[in-house]
């Protein structure tokens, strides 16, 4: 039994066609109906997740102040990861009465009681491809999908949920907690309605959102990848230390953090599958540092050693 604040279901690891949950306390989310359209607006929303990783975890923190959320996560080691991501997360942001406002389940049809659910899995277009699809079989008529890409055509990802007229890309920044840009994406035949919703949405969640066009890499990655690549070339061709080009980046032109560590922190499997999609040159120590499995923080090793 995971923690007591955040109520977790286990069952099956297919996307769809898995059975209803069980009534119970850990299920009260999943069976209540859904929001009538007209009465759906700023705090109302039932937000779903689907995923478990820093960016599905990170939007439940930010949402569960605001919003009940039920967060789906594909198996039960993943499901006690996000329980103990949440419950820190909660209580990291001062509010940690609000992991109770989050349930997390292993049975994707629980996510139909949601009124906007959230694909939030890795950047791999078939995966989200099938997961939004089988989303968008779940929800009610009125329910919006989104997906936090941050690199794949919306266009192609709303054909493949199979309501385009009620999708959008929610692009949030990592740690989602403490960054206030929203990227809004939408497929040419999003609705109106669609659009106030995801507007509305950000809001809740104390966002800036800015509309960007359907393009590889949105307008943030777009310009901010090809820069961390250079960062990691001149590594290569100077033989400097990581920490004193950052420190360079840091103090010379007021950035938070330096491009090494950034890419550190996205990860350098993420930071990969992203320059190939915005058609960027991948510097080949990325792709042999992934191969090795150093992919930054998560793994303990990428550009840096977080081991030592």
């Not at 919006?144 to 054909?159: D, G, K, P, V």
């Not at 800015?210 to 820069?227: A, H, K, M, T, W």
């Not at 007021?254 to 915005?278: C, S, W």
Request: proline share 6%.
């Amino acid at each position: 039994m995971c923690a007591p604040c955040v109520g977790i279901q286990h069952s099956s690891d297919r996307l769809a066609s898995q059975p209803k949950s069980p009534k119970g306390p850990s299920a009260v989310a999943a069976g209540a109906p859904a929001a009538d359209e007209a009465t759906t607006g700023v705090g109302s929303e039932r937000l779903g997740i689907a995923g478990a990783g820093a960016i599905a975890c990170g939007l439940a923190v930010t949402a569960a102040p605001h919003l009940e959320v039920i967060l789906w996560a594909r198996s039960e080691d993943s499901a006690a990861r996000a329980t103990q991501q949440i419950t820190k997360g909660c209580e990291r942001a001062g509010h940690g009465w609000a992991a109770d406002r989050v349930q997390i389940t292993g049975t994707l049809d629980d996510l139909a009681a949601a009124t906007f659910a959230v694909e939030a899995i890795a950047e791999d277009p078939d995966h989200k491809g099938q997961l939004l699809a089988a989303l968008g079989g779940h929800l009610s008529a009125t329910g919006i999908l989104a997906t936090t890409t941050s690199s794949l055509s919306i266009e192609q990802l709303a054909l493949a949920s199979g309501r385009p007229d009620r999708f959008v890309g929610l692009h949030v920044f990592n740690p989602v907690p403490r960054m206030e840009l929203i990227e809004l994406a939408f497929p040419a035949a999003a609705s109106e309605r669609t659009r106030a919703r995801a507007r509305s949405l950000s809001e809740t969640l104390g966002k800036t959102a800015v509309e960007v066009p359907d393009i590889s890499g949105f307008v943030v990655n777009r310009l901010l990848f090809p820069y961390l690549f250079d960062a990691v070339r001149l590594l290569e061709s100077t033989g400097m230390a990581p920490a004193d080009i950052d420190t360079c980046m840091c103090l010379g032109a007021g950035h938070p953090m330096g491009p090494l560590a950034l890419l550190d922190l996205v990860g350098l499997d993420v930071a990969g599958a992203i320059g190939e999609e915005i058609d960027a040159d991948v510097p080949e120590r990325i792709r042999a540092l992934v191969a090795e499995g150093a992919l930054g923080r998560k793994s303990g090793r990428g550009l840096y050693d977080y081991e030592e």
